[in-house]
């Protein structure tokens, strides 16, 4: 990857050999493998078995859980925060678990549609809990630095299944978000 990062170097007309730019390639190949490093692991390596009988029928939520990722369009970062919801059918998962499944995805070349989709279906497959609920909102420096230039603009999706598929849910899923905001 080193020996590529130097041809994209020249390309755009700088001098790999430049003393500020020797150690760049190993840096951006170490940068562009950590970045993508949600394509080697899966979602059961990730829970490790950190599911749990308990028979709790109330929502459980992990709001603001923070996503960097990479726009698969332009390899430019796109950041924001993505909430996880779900209603527990007779097993919870580790409360950290969410957030590592959210990293996982979020460590692959992405769209935030897709992103907020695989994190819902994995934790429904998963869990199989009566219902799951994703939302996100980011900002895409693809926006914001080339394209329409429009900083501040931001992106919210989401996604729900099972339960959530019900509005009465939804809006209480929604509620308890903005629950404790200042």
Not at 66 to 75: G, S, V
Not at 135 to 154: F, I, N, P
Request: with cysteine; hydrophobic share 40%.
């Amino acid at each position: 990857m080193c020996g590529a990062v130097k041809i994209l170097l020249e390309c755009i007309g700088e001098d790999p050999n430049r003393e500020g730019l020797l150690g760049t390639p190993s840096r951006f190949s170490e940068t562009l493998l950590f970045l993508a490093s949600g394509y080697q692991c899966n979602v059961e390596q990730v829970v490790n078995d950190a599911l749990f009988r308990e028979e709790y029928r109330g929502m459980i939520i992990v709001k603001d859980i923070e996503i960097y990722t990479l726009c698969e369009h332009h390899l430019l970062p796109f950041t924001g925060k993505m909430s996880i919801g779900y209603v527990p059918s007779g097993t919870v998962i580790g409360l950290s678990k969410l957030p590592r499944i959210a990293e996982m995805f979020s460590r692959r070349l992405q769209i935030q549609e897709r992103l907020t989709r695989e994190v819902a279906h994995a934790v429904m497959k998963i869990l199989n809990p009566q219902g799951v609920a994703v939302l996100m909102a980011s900002s895409h420096l693809c926006m914001e630095m080339r394209g329409v230039r429009k900083t501040g603009a931001s992106t919210v999706t989401s996604e729900f299944l099972g339960c959530f598929e019900s509005s009465e849910i939804r809006n209480e899923f929604h509620a308890r978000l903005q629950a404790n905001k200042t």
